[in-house]
């Protein structure tokens, strides 16, 4: 397995929180930005928040700053996203890829991806 593994999605009530996790298999994870995208259904895949390799600095979509937070484990060659206030907006299908170019906007994927995990917030 060379592709990221992401989990923890849900179904969730609006304002209610859930933390998903990616569980990535690069040997060189620790040299590498990584990122969580999303892609509601009939939309594009569009870009969350990303972390760069030494853990420094942080990029948030304009729509989840404030009420998302990335972090990384190194260690344990795993991603977080603790996503708090969910809108029924944030449903969608959320991905983690583990090399990403954070000097451009949108953020962008260029390494592996996962297959996704359901998010589903009920109003």
């Known amino acids: 397995q060379v592709q990221p593994v992401e989990s923890g999605g849900r179904l969730v009530q609006a304002g209610g929180s859930l933390r998903l996790s990616c569980a990535a298999f690069?040997?060189?994870?620790?040299?590498?930005?990584v990122a969580w995208f999303r892609q509601a259904p009939g939309q594009e895949r569009e870009f969350v928040a990303a972390?760069?390799?030494?853990?420094?600095?942080?990029f948030y979509a304009d729509s989840v700053k404030g009420r998302f937070t990335i972090s990384r484990d190194n260690a344990k060659k795993t991603v977080y996203l603790q996503m708090n206030s969910l809108k029924p907006e944030d449903t969608a299908v959320y991905y983690c890829?583990?090399?990403?170019?954070?000097?451009?906007?949108?953020?962008?994927?260029?390494?592996?991806w996962g297959q996704g995990t359901q998010v589903i917030v009920s109003s």
């Open positions: 690069g040997r060189t994870f620790s040299d590498h930005n």
């Open positions: 890829n583990d090399d990403v170019v954070v000097s451009t906007t949108p953020v962008r994927g260029v390494g592996f």
């Open positions: 972390i760069t390799w030494n853990l420094r600095g942080t």
